[in-house]
């Protein structure tokens, strides 16, 4: 999976990527640790149009379009760092980490909590 998302920053290409498993977390400021909220198994699709602007997070309950305001490729970390924001309003950090193979959005909750939605992803794919 590793080289799949490698190839992204080489080529204009549709990327889709799949997910299985959704964890919620709060971030416990004295341990250092996130402390995971729930956990719950199912499908989810992050669809990316091809210049990295946009992408749709579909889910079994809703779907969603994410504006790609800025992004960055370190492809030593194959880590794709984003600032999004969702078709509500509300603004994430991004996060697609393929060497540990997870997709995170982070954010601060209305009281002030930093929060995190990790998904484990299964595949990825492209489309030229």
Excluded: C, P
């Excluded at 204009?12 to 990527?17: E, F, G, Y």
């Excluded at 009281?111 to 492209?126: A, C, E, L, P, S």
């Amino acid at each position: 999976m590793t080289l799949f998302l490698l190839g992204i920053s080489f080529v204009q290409a549709q990327l889709t990527v799949t997910t299985n498993l959704r964890e919620d977390g709060v971030w416990n400021k004295d341990k250092m640790i996130w402390d995971i909220t729930s956990t719950e198994e199912g499908l989810t699709v992050f669809n990316f149009d091809k210049n990295l602007s946009s992408f749709r997070h579909i889910t079994n309950s809703m779907t969603s379009v994410y504006t790609i305001k800025d992004w960055d490729y370190d492809e030593k970390e194959v880590l794709y760092e984003m600032q999004v924001q969702s078709d509500a309003g509300n603004d994430y950090d991004f996060l697609i980490d393929g060497i540990n193979e997870v997709v995170i959005f982070f954010y601060h909750d209305k009281d002030g909590n930093y929060r995190m939605v990790r998904h484990v992803i299964k595949d990825t794919n492209f489309q030229e």
